[in-house]
């Protein structure tokens, strides 16, 4: 859309509260009486980031030169495209004669900063450590399958969301981002190269701003260095090629299976002769975005979760189906018992974690906790505890120390969720 003159605005919500926004000034400049800022922590950043509410919804804005914020804008709209894990642009306004522009993006929810993570589970070596890192190979790899050079993969560009028992990474920071049809080796060898320098810098610098010792420099980078390996692994998992008999095809089966589990969908398997006799053959996949299990409880269900959620999710709905088909063979085909679990399992123990969790939670989430930290206090007590045990577990924060849900009540318990109260 049009606007000012001297201003190009672009918006894609027509909030009006958002419209009302004084764009003809410098972001700096705007007046705290007449908008509605919310102070919220912010990495290291080159440029001014500034988050605004507009009739109820939340905005991260930053100020940047004109050249390199319509790059960005356009690269997260690619990457919104490719459904990738970013934060979603929602406009660009364009003030030329300051030769500055204002990037808008929505702000993400129950999102974590690295510092805030480390601050509570401390930079030493853990299992939340290892998810952290686990996510930032796989954001990565779903960057360079979809042909995206960062350039500046860091720690101070990420944020981290909890999915079902996994942490999920999102891309914040596109201003050095190129997209191409795909990626040279030589391109992926230089992103992780970056992507090792700037990581064992972001830990190095808060270990020693939380009191570390000079010593644990050498974790820091042994850390940075295994997301790049977890990288490469990752990376010959979806991209090798197997060779098998033609009566082992068993081996297919398993390699889809693989590959499901973790996330990914199949999109096409091709087989070719290995050799002369044709008794050989070869297997190339070709795998989809990571939405394998997320695709099929939408089908069920008609839920949008993460990848990781869903996974927790049909677990659950699986479990609840095969109650059913035990009370009453036949009764629960796949479109009955996803209405029927939504309806009698989800909805209710939705509402009732979410409560338990209490001010700021992610309700989708806080169910994940409970079958979470109910399984857990299941298994030490050798038979079912049931829903209320676990849900005085959340409400206590008593959660068992094994338990990802731990990380999340914990935040809560302190009040200090990225909520609009904060």
């Not at 690619?78 to 970013?86: R, V």
């Not at 299976?257 to 006799?277: H, V």
Request: with cysteine; hydrophobic share 45%.
């Amino acid at each position: 859309m049009g606007g000012m003159p001297g201003l190009s605005i672009r918006l894609r919500s027509a909030s009006r509260g958002l419209l009302a926004l004084p764009w003809n000034e410098p972001l700096g400049s705007w007046p705290p009486d007449e908008v509605a800022f919310r102070a919220l922590p912010v990495g290291p950043s080159r440029h001014l980031v500034r988050f605004v509410e507009a009739d109820g919804e939340l905005y991260a804005l930053k100020e940047l030169p004109l050249r390199v914020a319509a790059k960005e804008y356009r690269v997260l709209r690619e990457l919104e495209a490719h459904e990738l894990s970013a934060v979603r642009p929602l406009g660009l306004v364009e003030q030329h004669d300051s030769g500055n522009a204002i990037l808008v993006t929505r702000y993400l929810e129950h999102s974590w900063q690295y510092r805030r993570l480390f601050q509570r589970l401390g930079t030493g070596p853990s299992k939340h450590r290892d998810r952290l890192l686990d996510a930032m190979a796989m954001l990565i790899v779903d960057l360079h399958r979809s042909g995206v050079f960062w350039g500046d993969c860091s720690l101070a560009n990420t944020l981290f969301a909890r999915d079902g028992q996994l942490l999920q990474a999102f891309l914040v920071d596109a201003e050095t981002s190129e997209i191409h049809p795909v990626l040279s080796d030589g391109q992926r060898a230089l992103d992780l190269g970056i992507l090792v320098e700037n990581v064992a810098g972001d830990l190095a610098d808060l270990s020693l701003r939380l009191g570390g010792a000079p010593d644990g420099l050498e974790d820091d980078l042994a850390a940075a260095e295994s997301v790049a390996a977890r990288y490469e692994q990752l990376w010959e998992e979806l991209s090798r090629e197997e060779t098998f008999g033609v009566d082992e095809r068993f081996r297919v089966e398993k390699r889809v299976r693989r590959l499901n589990d973790l996330g990914f969908a199949i999109d096409e398997l091709a087989f070719e002769p290995a050799a002369a006799d044709r008794r050989t053959l070869r297997l190339k996949v070709a795998v989809a975005n990571r939405r394998f299990h997320a695709t099929e409880l939408r089908k069920l269900t008609g839920l949008e979760v993460g990848e990781g959620q869903a996974t927790v999710l049909l677990n659950d709905l699986r479990a609840f189906q095969g109650r059913l088909e035990d009370e009453k063979p036949g009764s629960a085909p796949d479109e009955v018992a996803g209405y029927r679990w939504l309806a009698e399992v989800f909805r209710p123990g939705v509402a009732k974690a979410a409560a338990a969790v209490g001010p700021g939670a992610d309700p989708v989430q806080s169910y994940c906790d409970l079958l979470e930290v109910r399984w857990l206090l299941s298994e030490k007590a050798g038979q079912d505890v049931g829903d209320e045990v676990a849900l005085a577990a959340l409400a206590s924060r008593e959660t068992p120390s094994e338990s990802v849900a731990k990380m999340a009540v914990a935040e809560s318990a302190t009040g200090s969720f990225p909520t609009l109260d904060n």
